[in-house]
């Protein structure tokens, strides 16, 4: 188990590093990040080097038996860059520049800033590539944060070149992006632009290239990056670190150039959902490359400073968090950073080593919790078997389901969490994948939202059914190609046949409001009067057993063609069609499709059956409120993230203690990594 924090020693006198290696020891810290935004210091002038200071907090670091993660520096760029060579700069869409005095402020596509950062890396990686300290290599800084999408002149020539690469000529573009509409025909390559400010609505197949194009540009600089380092001799692993669920970057088609997962995860104490919602990050970042260990690499010990209000964790949370990282795959905790900024935008930012000292309750959690980790003994590696459900969840979906111009407006990343909420407070794991990775190691897989398919997707998804795999899809499934062009013959065209049904109309529902809302993340009293979620927000639907359950967003039109009607649409606009179907296959697969987005309640219910129907376990049956058990091969992690003790039953011995866990009270925050016998 890894175990550290970045580390700025360019921010302090050289005196304060003895004492940090000092205290590193003294809090089990194992590794640190070294030089993220070092470049302005080791290249203070166009034609000097600077790597003394390098070389000598290396060997301090080596010294006291502290790895280096050794940083790229790419991330910001030194001001005398800006002025000897503005086309580095990134630009908005209204075509301002974006100067230094921040960070981030390149543009990935700039021929000038890959040239010059090829030459950092380059005498980096000669220098550093054989140092036995170092044992990562950390490529520039999450990319694409802060400035997820930038219009220069540099992107613009390099768009052109994507498109021309994607499409061949002109005439395959304007195809593509349906450029017959509003008289957008393209009669060549110079006049194809990024999509800058314009009037009225853009058009949305360009807009989705451009998600798709920038996220190449980071991904050609990690290579680019990546290549020089290898050319070097090195032999370590090579990473970029990611943000979770970020939509600007495609982490899903990164995921097989890196070659180990890094993520950083800076959860709101605030949010009602944070368990859930940092659960689900670390699933995905989990599922980017099954059956492999990531690594944490960034969190905070305490306080942010970039929220409007920057709250403490409660005590017990940083240590309950790290558990769940671990649980659901993580060999290895980081955090931003070692030791508190003195001076800069983030000198609030909580740290390893606080500003007020090592008698503050971070350090003292902090330093105890890198001893716990440290006791470990060796943890199973994810295992391939320990989710049985597949979550699909898909970039270039998210890109094209959030252009404007469509039935209603949907926050795509906030529905499928909720998809999630409902498996991971049953204590199902899942795996969160693009439709094309959802196989026969799955038993169940739900694709909700999934308005753009792929052939590739589409196939695997009929090819899971067709061999005994529960699908569940819908709503708003299925309606687009891979240019964000409805598929000629109506909606449902790929995925019809295998569910039995066919859409003849969405018809969205209002927006559920900001009550109805909150009341979704358990935040909003029921009663709270003014604007109580109206009638219409809503519709109702009947099982067949009975049972009432509540749907927003759409009440889809279906035909029912060859398929059974679990439930049926009661009140809306759909009222009497069918709601919620299923198709049986001779393999035994089914193949659901749900026509609204279950409430809660009805999402519980909804999954209830799907996982009964395909034979899926969760981890532990029967779970108090706020308690999360996650399987790492077969080590079970149980946490109560709720505000009250909560009494859970495991088999199996607690790996720190060697004891019997049997049946225990957790207190709130508490948690047990617990050696079992229990098998999904
Ligand atoms: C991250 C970044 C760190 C630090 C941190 C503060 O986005 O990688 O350098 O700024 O946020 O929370």
Not at 12 to 37: C, N, Q, Y
Not at 239 to 262: C, E, L, R
Not at 507 to 512: E, F, K, Y
Request: with cysteine; glycine share 8%.
């Amino acid at each position: 188990m890894l175990y550290g924090a970045d580390y700025n020693p360019e921010q302090w006198p050289e005196h304060v590093w003895d004492e940090d290696v000092e205290r590193m020891r003294e809090a089990s810290v194992t590794t640190v990040s070294l030089g993220i935004f070092s470049w302005s210091r080791l290249q203070p002038t166009p034609t000097t080097w600077d790597f003394d200071w390098l070389d000598r907090v290396i060997g301090k670091l080596h010294e006291a038996g502290i790895g280096v993660n050794l940083a790229t520096a790419t991330a910001s760029p030194p001001p005398w860059m800006s002025v000897e060579h503005p086309d580095v700069l990134a630009v908005d869409e209204n075509g301002a520049t974006y100067w230094h005095g921040s960070r981030q402020h390149y543009s990935p596509a700039s021929p000038t800033y890959r040239r010059l950062a090829a030459q950092l890396v380059t005498k980096l990686a000669e220098r550093y590539a054989h140092h036995p300290a170092v044992v990562m290599w950390h490529v520039n800084n999450e990319y694409g944060c802060h400035l997820p999408s930038e219009y220069s002149d540099a992107a613009q020539t390099a768009f052109r070149g994507w498109l021309q690469k994607r499409y061949g000529g002109i005439a395959e573009l304007n195809d593509a992006w349906g450029t017959a509409f509003w008289s957008q025909r393209y009669g060549q390559w110079e006049e194809v632009m990024p999509p800058l400010k314009a009037p009225y609505s853009r058009n949305p197949a360009q807009l989705l290239d451009y998600h798709r194009f920038m996220s190449d540009m980071w991904l050609e600089c990690y290579l680019a990056e990546r290549d020089i380092i290898r050319a070097a001799g090195a032999t370590q692993p090579i990473s970029t670190n990611m943000m979770g669920a970020f939509k600007p970057g495609n982490y899903q088609s990164w995921a097989p150039h890196i070659d180990v997962i890094t993520d950083d995860c800076y959860p709101d104490p605030l949010d009602p959902q944070r368990p859930r919602n940092t659960a689900f990050q670390r699933d995905l970042m989990r599922s980017l490359k099954p059956g492999t260990p990531w690594l944490l690499m960034e969190q905070a010990t305490d306080a942010v400073n970039w929220r409007r209000t920057n709250v403490s964790k409660q005590d017990g949370q940083l240590a309950a968090e790290t558990a769940q990282s671990v649980g659901r795959g993580a060999d290895g905790i980081f955090y931003f950073q070692w030791r508190q900024s003195r001076a800069g935008a983030e000198k609030f930012h909580s740290a390893m080593l606080p500003h007020a000292g090592t008698r503050t309750r971070t350090w003292q959690e902090a330093s105890a919790l890198g001893g716990q980790l440290a006791a470990l003994p060796e943890l199973p590696q994810p295992k391939d078997e320990d989710a049985r459900v597949a979550l699909v969840f898909d970039w270039e979906n998210w890109w094209a389901i959030e252009n404007p111009d469509h039935p209603t407006t949907l926050d795509y990343l906030s529905l499928v969490r909720e998809w999630y909420g409902a498996l991971h407070r049953r204590g199902v794991m899942v795996d969160i994948v693009p439709p094309e990775q959802v196989s026969d190691r799955h038993h169940l897989a739900i694709a909700p939202f999934l308005y753009l398919l792929r052939d590739e997707g589409a196939a695997a998804l009929t090819r899971f059914v067709e061999s005994g795999g529960v699908l569940c899809a819908g709503p708003f499934s299925d309606i687009v190609d891979a240019n964000d062009r409805f598929r000629l013959g109506g909606f449902l065209q790929q995925l019809g046949p295998v569910l039995g049904v066919g859409l003849e109309d969405f018809r969205a529902l209002p927006l559920p409001t900001a009550t109805a809302i909150a009341e979704r993340a358990g935040t909003a009293e029921i009663d709270s009067g003014g604007d109580h979620p109206s009638s219409s927000d809503h519709v109702e639907l009947d099982l067949a057993d009975g049972t009432t359950l509540r749907g927003t967003h759409f009440a889809e039109a279906l035909w029912a063609d060859d398929a059974e009607v679990l439930a049926t649409f009661r009140t809306g606009p759909s009222a009497t069609r069918p709601a919620l179907t299923r198709r049986v296959h001779e393999s035994g697969g089914q193949a659901w499709y749900v026509g609204t987005m279950p409430d809660p309640a009805g999402l519980d219910a909804v999954i209830g059956r799907l996982l009964h129907e395909a034979s899926v376990a969760p981890v532990i049956e029967n779970l108090p409120e706020g308690v999360e058990v996650a399987r790492r091969g077969d080590v079970v992690t149980v946490i109560n993230h709720g505000p009250t003790a909560a009494t859970v039953s495991i088999p199996g011995t607690e790996l720190l203690t060697g004891e019997e866990f049997g049946s225990r009270e957790l207190a709130p925050q508490e948690f047990a990594f617990v050696k079992s016998a229990i098998t999904s």
